[in-house]
């Protein structure tokens, strides 16, 4: 019997709302990790395919309390479980198939040290910059492999002296993260965790 992600009916809806901004991003796939009474939900707004792509990695995360503690760890595909979890079902998590490259890493789960937090309008400052620059790379009416290449590009940058990179600047703006309080920016092992009220952005 595969484990369970059962959700409460709020968890479901928030989450739907989050997984409906994240479809216009990424590939498509989330992956499910738990190992108690909260589930940790991650899925790519860009990432890297393998060892010879070096472009950046960016991944929104959202964690959620279940009804009942599980263990699993799977990646399962976004609209299905959009669909799901609109329709108040629980969720079945596979667990040893495959799965894309970025669900292959995972972040640190501890080690993380702080290393600055930004203001809320300086983050919505920086992801403003961030869509000009993509813009500004762009030829007329380009195709979306053109405008995925120029992202991702302006998308790795460093923006801040916490090392906040433009990518998270947008996907905290994108999924609608922010709060009223400034982004808290950790770092660990090579990836840089800014959070925010409502979720996180993590970048390698």
Avoid: K, N, Y
Avoid at 132 to 142: C, F, I, K, N, Y
Avoid at 185 to 203: H, I, K, M, N
């Amino acid at each position: 019997m595969l484990p369970i992600l059962a959700l409460d009916d709020r968890a479901r809806a928030d989450l739907v709302l989050l997984l409906d901004r994240a479809a216009v991003f990424g590939d498509g796939t989330v992956r499910l990790v738990a190992d108690g009474p909260v589930a940790l939900l991650t899925t790519p707004m860009t990432a890297s395919s393998g060892l010879l792509d070096s472009g950046p990695t960016v991944l929104i995360a959202r964690a959620a309390r279940m009804r009942d503690a599980a263990a699993f760890d799977g990646v399962v595909a976004l609209p299905a479980l959009r669909d799901a979890l609109r329709e108040g079902a629980d969720i079945e998590v596979p667990e040893g198939v495959g799965r894309p490259a970025w669900a292959a890493v995972s972040p640190p789960r501890g080690g993380w040290e702080l290393a600055g937090e930004v203001p809320v309008d300086e983050v919505r400052r920086l992801a403003a910059q961030a869509a000009e620059d993509v813009e500004a790379m762009l030829p007329r009416s380009p195709g979306e492999a053109v405008r995925r290449r120029a992202e991702r590009s302006v998308w790795a940058r460093a923006v801040h002296a916490s090392g906040l990179t433009a990518g998270q600047a947008a996907a905290l703006v994108a999924m609608r993260f922010l709060g009223e309080e400034p982004v808290r920016v950790t770092a660990s092992g090579g990836w840089v965790r800014a959070s925010g009220r409502a979720g996180e952005a993590l970048a390698r």
